[in-house]
Structures are given as C-alpha cells and as structure tokens.
C-alpha cells in the first residue's frame, strides 16, 4: 500500500505563512496525517525534522499526526510537493 501514498506539501490555503502537509491515496482520498505547520519552520527544518518536533509535542493528536506522516514517508510513499515561495 505505500506505493498508492502520496505525501503533499503545499501552501495553506488561508495563509501563505503556513504549510499544509497531507497524506491521500487513490482509495482512501484523505488518510490520518494532516498537519498545519508554520512556513518559516518548514523553511529552516525541513519536513522530516518538522514532523520529528511535531511528534515530541505535548498535545497527543499532533503527535499521533505527525507519527503517521513519518510513517507514511519511511514506507516508501511519493512525497509531492506543492509549495511556491512567499
């Protein structure tokens, strides 16, 4: 099934100083996982060590968010991303 996952990376819709981070796949159109992240985070850390802080957060849902993203990326999951600069 990692081969069906798709990881996107894309602006926020609602604000262009945060990042959008979703997972879908053809069967499923929005799998757990979807995450909201500041730009300038995302800019400095990278995705991985976005969601690696994202999961050592105290509240449990983002951790468990974050968690099944790193998931679906260490399972071999295409990473799409959709970001234009500010």
């Known amino acids: 099934m990692p081969e069906n996952i798709i990881v996107e990376v894309s602006n926020y819709r609602n604000t262009p100083k945060k990042v959008s981070i979703k997972a879908y ?16 985070q995302y800019e400095s850390a990278g995705l991985i060590q976005s969601l690696t ?15 099944a993203l790193l998931n679906y990326i260490s399972s071999g999951a295409t990473i799409r991303m959709n970001c234009y600069a500010r």
């Open 25 to 40: 796949c053809n069967t499923d159109k929005n799998l757990a996982g979807t995450m909201v992240i500041p730009l300038d």
């Open 53 to 67: 802080l994202g999961m050592n957060n105290n509240n449990q849902v983002i951790s468990d968010k974050c968690k």
